[in-house]
């Protein structure tokens, strides 16, 4: 009884072990038999195959659909007038020299043997500088379907041209290409299209860039002529806008608080040079250097920029800061001189009147004195009249007339002088107020002749007159220098939210 289920349990498992080894042999023959039919089928699409002509050679053209998926916008320089893009380039075509049956599978193939296959002769037109990528192999795909279609894929980085208008930069906008071309096939041989059509190229919505937004993206595909026929060409636009945050925080506020703070020394005592001019030079420096700044990082084009009409006037508005403290200066210092040779000329002028008027009085004190008991009481008047005027002037224990509460405006000019001189025999001398002390003449008496007293007040008269004309120079009217600084500190801001209203409307919209 027991030998007998020995038997069946024995017989179970060599049954098992026989049917094992079936599935393993099976198993063996068929991956064998896979791998041969392959290897066998790729030898044979080899074998014969003539590299130097294209699909379909003397019939129609070739139909190259194309794809790309963007990996990365690197950079863009307005310098060089150039982007880098790094890419995932696809090509597909049908070459019926490669179509088998043998298998119902894809053949994903080494990319070492894209080099014994027909390809296209495709190049970017505006193309730089470009390199495939080769870590840790040559980034090359090459994919054959059965019905002889063939995919080939190329991770690529390009640096591509791209011509910028300038004008409005930073508010600017830029349209940039990458133009995808046949280097010598013409349109009798090759065609080229956009494989998915708005769907042919992907990633952009993952795209971020520093400085620029992408607005919108464009396909185009069009055929292009030269003296050596008509070639296919596809175009890939980039529409894209420059982010103006960055230039608002390094150019626009600091260029604006520059020529505020220029504005500073509108509020600063005129007579403080030191402070006024220090301030001034040192704004318009300020200015300068953000615009070296601006234009070491931009290419020397012709025409003028957003950015170079904004900076040029603000540094007009600090330069004409600058120039105001320099207008307040001449008027408060620089008139003297030209003020001293006029006086000086009328001063000449009025010694001469004076001598001869001298002259003329000892002439007159050489005749006999039968005319003095006729005139001693107009020669009383004159005394009473004269010493009145003393006694307004303020005269010091020691004769001096005392100037203090002289008004620095009522100034005795060379004019004055003359008339007085040339009416001292029918007048007394009137001193009006005057900044310079002199010797008071000393009091006639009754004795005196009248002309003695004419001519000591006249003498006295004149004096005053050149001494005071020489206080002139040094007095400006303090009146006029404050009101160009209180009529600047309203014009120059007006002027610059004027000149910013205009500059924003114009170039934002």
């Not at 690197?74 to 880098?84: G, L």
């Not at 279609?149 to 390009?158: E, M």
């Not at 100037?403 to 007394?428: A, Y």
Request: some cysteine; aromatic content about 12%; charged content about 20%.
């Amino acid at each position: 009884m027991l030998g007998r289920q020995e038997e069946k349990i024995c017989g179970i498992f060599s049954a098992l072990a026989a049917l094992s080894f079936l599935c393993f042999v099976q198993s063996s023959s068929t991956g064998s038999t896979g791998m041969s039919v392959a290897k066998t089928t790729v030898d044979k699409l080899l074998k014969g195959y003539d590299i130097r002509l294209r699909p379909d050679f003397g019939g129609p053209p070739v139909i190259v659909g194309m794809s790309i998926n963007i990996a990365s916008i690197d950079s863009i320089s307005e310098v060089n007038m150039d982007y880098t893009i790094t890419m995932y380039f696809q090509q597909s075509w049908r070459d019926k020299r490669l179509a088998y049956g043998e298998l119902n599978l894809n053949l994903t193939l080494d990319n070492r043997v894209a080099d014994q296959l027909w390809l296209p002769d495709t190049y970017f037109l505006n193309d730089k500088k470009s390199f495939l990528h080769g870590v840790t192999v040559k980034n090359r795909m090459i994919r054959l379907h059965p019905d002889g279609t063939v995919l080939y894929g190329l991770r690529i980085t390009t640096t591509a041209a791209c011509m910028m208008d300038l004008r409005r930069y930073p508010l600017d906008e830029q349209n940039c290409t990458l133009e995808i071309e046949s280097y010598g096939y013409t349109t009798d041989d090759i065609v080229f299209f956009w494989q998915g059509d708005d769907k042919a190229v992907t990633g952009v919505k993952e795209l971020e860039l520093p400085q620029f937004s992408i607005v919108d993206i464009r396909l185009v595909s069009r055929e292009v002529r030269f003296t050596t026929g008509s070639y296919p060409r596809l175009s890939l636009s980039f529409r894209i806008k420059r982010n103006i945050g960055y230039f608002i925080l390094q150019t626009y506020m600091p260029s604006i608080l520059i020529t505020i703070l220029s504005w500073v020394s509108f509020w600063i005592n005129y007579d403080a040079s030191a402070a006024r001019v220090a301030l001034g030079v040192t704004t318009v420096l300020t200015m300068t250097t953000i615009n070296t700044h601006l234009r070491e990082t931009l290419p020397k084009i012709p025409y003028v920029k957003a950015i170079d009409v904004y900076t040029s006037g603000l540094f007009v508005f600090v330069f004409l800061a600058l120039l105001e403290y320099a207008f307040v200066n001449y008027v408060f210092f620089g008139r003297g001189p030209a003020q001293q040779k006029k006086i000086n000329e009328e001063t000449g002028k009025v010694n001469e009147r004076t001598r001869y008027e001298e002259k003329r009085l000892r002439e007159q004190d050489s005749i006999s004195v039968p005319f003095q008991t006729n005139t001693f009481r107009s020669f009383t008047q004159r005394r009473n009249l004269y010493l009145e005027e003393q006694r307004k002037v303020g005269v010091d224990a020691y004769g001096n007339i005392l100037l203090t509460t002289l008004d620095m405006n009522n100034e005795v000019m060379p004019s004055d002088v003359g008339s007085s001189v040339s009416d001292s025999r029918n007048s007394v001398m009137s001193f009006d107020s005057s900044g310079v002390q002199f010797r008071k003449p000393m009091v006639p008496r009754d004795g005196y002749s009248h002309h003695s007293l004419d001519r000591s007040a006249m003498l006295s008269r004149a004096n005053v007159g050149r001494r005071r004309s020489s206080k002139l120079m040094k007095i400006p009217n303090l009146s006029d220098v404050s009101t160009i600084d209180k009529w600047s500190r309203v014009i120059f801001p007006i002027t610059f939210g004027f000149f910013n209203l205009i500059y924003w409307l114009y170039y934002v919209n």
